[in-house]
Nanobody
Framework: QVQPVESGGGLVQAGDSLRLTCVAT????????VGWFRQAPGEEREFVSA????????HYSDSVKGRFTISRDNAQNAVWLQMHSLKPEDTAVYYC????????????????????WGRGTQVTVSS
């Protein structure tokens, strides 16, 4: 069974950058839509960004648009989330999730539509 694994989290200062990586074990990440979600303490998990299996479509939440960039390289079996201009409110556990693409109309913004989840990586942004 495929299992996404995140890495790249850490403690940074406001304004700094981080790059998160998601790789798949068990199977290649090719063919899956990939989403990033985050969950801060006491908060619900929220959508951050997603990229279609073909890499021709990306989505961002309003809170990260213009600061975060999602990309993938299927040959490297990896998806990245490049985060710039980090803010304290970006502090959360970031999760990578894989979605089996079934229809063109399925949502990539809702966590209930994803099938496989990583264990998360902590991102802490100090002010």
């Amino acid at each position: 069974q495929v299992q996404p694994v995140e890495s790249g989290g850490g403690l940074v200062q406001a304004g700094d950058s981080l790059r998160l990586t998601c790789v798949a074990t068990g199977r290649t990440i090719n063919g899956y839509n990939v989403g990033w979600f985050r969950q801060a303490p006491g908060e619900e998990r929220e959508f951050v960004s997603a990229i279609k299996w073909s890499a021709d479509t990306t989505h961002y939440s309003d809170s990260v648009k213009g600061r975060f960039t999602i990309s993938r390289d299927n040959a490297q079996n990896a998806v990245w989330l490049q985060m710039h201009s980090l803010k304290p409110e970006d502090t959360a556990v970031y999760y990578c999730a894989l979605q089996i693409p079934v229809t063109t109309s399925q949502s990539m913004r809702h966590d209930s539509q994803y099938h496989y989840w990583g264990r998360g990586t902590q991102v802490t942004v100090s002010s």
